[in-house]
């Protein structure tokens, strides 16, 4: 019997985020690079600066799944509460770690290194530092769980040190049949009879032109652990679209 791949969800924090100011991307960043190893990402949630909300999401969250990860709120400002509340959240005190305070130290050099500053080397007991090759002010992991910074340049650098700290599983794989000329209501009834027949896949349909002038379409995508298993699924769908006079190709393998 396999091991089942490992879960994660993801947890963006900051005021920002949901006012519409900044435009997330780091969900897709972290989707794609947990993929690549894969793991399974199961949920994302989205909220503000206060800590009330941040502890109830992270501890649901952290007893739910494998791995969580989190991005935003670990500057200097006073807003930047991320620490804060995941020290709260596992009932831990929130030093500064010496390694921490070594490196802002190195990166301000004298009299820079200010209170607010200091802030950034604040981390819960127990937790171990994410390496910072952009700015050097660490993320750090306590538990199952990643703190990582909101700047997507910074956030996706942390995630070289992140990847060696979890186990892996097995890659999906993932291929797409592109269908011309129809709406994806027109397949919907071809589509969900391969689903029950191939309920170790997922089948997902995208449909695209809608409201808009010219070709309309659906992207049908088949996705699953067992390349062998996913290639035979497109060629059966391949084969039923034919028979139906559907006009279909694949668009990546």
Same mark, same amino acid.
């Given at each position: ?32 690079? @947990? ?5 399974? =990402?199961?949920?994302?949630?989205? !909220?503000?600066? $206060? +800590?009330? /909300? ?104 942390? @995630? ?5 700290? =979890?186990?892996?599983?097995?890659? !999906?794989?993932? $291929? +797409?049949? /592109? ?75």
């Amino acid at each position: 019997m396999s091991t089942p791949s490992p879960t994660a969800a993801v947890l963006i924090i900051g005021d920002e985020v949901l006012s519409g100011r900044t435009q997330d991307t780091n969900l897709n960043t972290i989707a794609r690079f @947990l993929g690549a190893l894969g793991i399974d =990402l199961l949920e994302a949630r989205t !909220v503000g600066d $206060r +800590t009330a /909300q941040i502890v109830d999401s992270l501890n649901a969250l952290r007893t739910t799944y494998d791995y969580v990860f989190t991005t935003g709120g670990i500057g200097p400002t006073h807003d930047d509460i991320t620490a804060d509340a995941v020290a709260n959240a596992f009932g831990v005190a929130l030093p500064e770690h010496p390694d921490a305070v070594a490196i802002l130290e190195k990166r301000y050099g004298p009299g820079e290194f200010n209170a607010a500053r200091r802030r950034m080397a604040r981390v819960p007991e127990g937790g171990s530092l994410i390496a910072n090759p952009v700015t050097d002010a660490p993320g750090f992991q306590i538990g199952n769980v990643f703190v990582m910074a909101g700047a997507p340049r910074i956030m996706t650098a942390m @995630l070289e040190d992140v990847a060696p700290r =979890l186990r892996t599983g097995a890659i !999906v794989h993932a $291929r +797409t049949v /592109q269908v011309s000329g129809v709406g994806e209501g027109t397949i919907a009834e071809m589509l969900g009879a391969a689903a029950k027949a191939n309920r170790a896949l997922s089948y997902g349909s995208y449909p695209f032109g809608h409201g808009s002038v010219g070709e309309i379409g659906t992207n049908l995508v088949i996705r699953g652990r067992d390349a062998a298993a996913v290639d035979a699924a497109v060629d059966s769908l391949m084969a039923d679209l034919a028979a139906a006079g559907i006009e279909a190709r694949v668009i990546t393998a």
